[in-house]
C-alpha cells in the first residue's frame, strides 16, 4: 500500500475526519493536507496508533516491535466481534527500518479491523 493510502486509513482509525482534500490533523484538529501526516516516518505520529491498537486488543494479545518486523497477535479474537468464529490472528509487517516495520503491520491490523 502506497504511503498516503497507509496514512489516510490509520487517520481514519484515529477517528479524523474528512472535508473535501482535507484531513482533521490528529493532535492540533485543524484540517490540513493528509500528505503532511507522518504517521511513516515518525514515532511520536505511529505510538499513538500502536497504543490505540493495545487498548483495542484483550489482556492474553500483545504487540511486538523488534529490529525491523512487528508484530500483533490477537488470540480469541471472537471477543473483539462476537459473531465470528476466529480463533487466533497474527499480523505481521517487515520493513528496512523498525518504523517502516510497525506502520506495515499497523496499516495490516487496521484493514482486517476494517473489514469487520
Known amino acids: 500500500m502506497k504511503t ?11 477517528g479524523c475526519a474528512s472535508q473535501l482534500h482535507l484531513t482533521e490533523h490528529p493532535f492540533t484538529g485543524e484540517y490540513t493536507d493528509p500528505d503532511e501526516f507522518k504517521y511513516h516516518s515518525s514515532w511520536d505520529w ?3 496508533v500502536v497504543e490505540e491498537i493495545d487498548a ?9 516491535i523488534s529490529y525491523n518486523r512487528c508484530l ?16 487466533s490472528l497474527s499480523f ?11 506502520w506495515n503491520c499497523v496499516v495490516e491490523f487496521i484493514q482486517w479491523y476494517n473489514e469487520q
Open 4 to 14: 498516503e493510502e497507509g496514512n489516510k486509513l490509520i487517520t481514519e482509525f484515529m
Open 72 to 87: 500483533i497477535d490477537v488470540y480469541a479474537p471472537s471477543w473483539i466481534f462476537p459473531d465470528k468464529e476466529l480463533d
Open 92 to 102: 505481521g509487517g517487515l520493513g528496512d527500518t523498525r518504523i517502516k516495520a510497525t
Open 46 to 48: 505511529l505510538m499513538p
Open 56 to 64: 483495542i486488543l484483550a489482556d492474553d494479545d500483545f504487540v511486538t
